[in-house]
């Protein structure tokens, strides 16, 4: 069975801080990597997706992420985080098998101070 | 497109009351499944269906029922409600892209069992 670990649960910092959250999962086969965001009181919203090829994934509101497949980790980067940036982020992972369903971690809970 | 509506947004439910949370997307998609959210838990999978006429259980299915009579909705029945499924619950989508698909989430139901 396919796990994540968010090793982060609970995360303050000031605005313009670099942010970097980390991800690991196991599963042995081919995997989608996934970030979801929640702000508060609202839905998941995706961050990004990586499915194959370049491993330094962009997605919206200037985050990124990188796949290293040795380190089965997809950590969420940020070079400068602002406050409406406050939210629970979502690492998840989805191994291509016939459940087709994400395995989450359990949320990272990150606080930007003004 | 609406995308995933779900309904109702807040509900109250006394221990061995029946409900029926609606899930329904426009998109199209194949794939519907439901999700519920604890706090430090992420979200867990209840049951998914890949297709109208096909439902199959997810992680933690015990108290809920499915069925997927049309490909736009996906409802989601507690039978007896019971103060542990006092949960968020949120409803996704996706279609099917040669093992690279993306899900989207719907609003969520914030449901309170006394």
């Known amino acids: 069975a396919q796990s994540v670990s968010q090793h982060n649960h609970h995360v303050i910092l000031s605005e313009a801080a670099s942010l970097e959250l980390g991800c690991n999962y196991s599963?042995?086969?081919?995997?989608?990597l996934f970030w979801y965001v929640q702000y508060p009181g609202q839905h998941l919203q995706l961050l990004l997706k990586?499915?194959?090829?370049?491993?330094l994934v962009k997605g919206i509101k200037g985050f990124e992420a990188e796949f290293i497949k040795s380190k089965f980790s997809f950590n969420l980067r940020k070079p400068s985080v602002q406050w409406s940036d406050t939210a629970e982020y979502f690492c998840a992972v989805n191994g291509n098998t016939g459940r087709r369903a994400l395995t989450f971690g359990s949320g990272t809970r990150l606080q930007v101070q003004p | 497109n609406a995308g995933v509506t779900q309904t109702p947004k807040f509900q109250v439910l006394k221990t061995g009351q029946s409900m029926t949370l609606q899930c329904a997307q426009d998109m199209n998609h194949e794939y519907m499944s439901w999700y519920r959210q604890d706090p430090g838990m992420g979200l867990r999978l209840i049951h998914y269906?890949?297709?109208?006429?096909?439902?199959d259980q997810g992680e933690v299915p015990n108290g809920y029922n499915v069925s997927r009579s049309t490909t736009e909705d996906f409802p989601l029945r507690l039978l007896s409600a019971a103060p542990s499924q006092t949960s968020v619950y949120f409803c996704?989508?996706?279609?099917?892209?040669?093992?690279?698909?993306?899900?989207?989430f719907g609003p969520g139901t914030r449901l309170l069992v006394l």
């Open positions: 269906s890949v297709g109208a006429g096909i439902t």
């Open positions: 990586y499915f194959s090829g370049d491993p």
């Open positions: 996704a989508s996706s279609e099917t892209s040669g093992g690279r698909e993306t899900q989207y």
């Open positions: 599963y042995g086969g081919t995997v989608n």
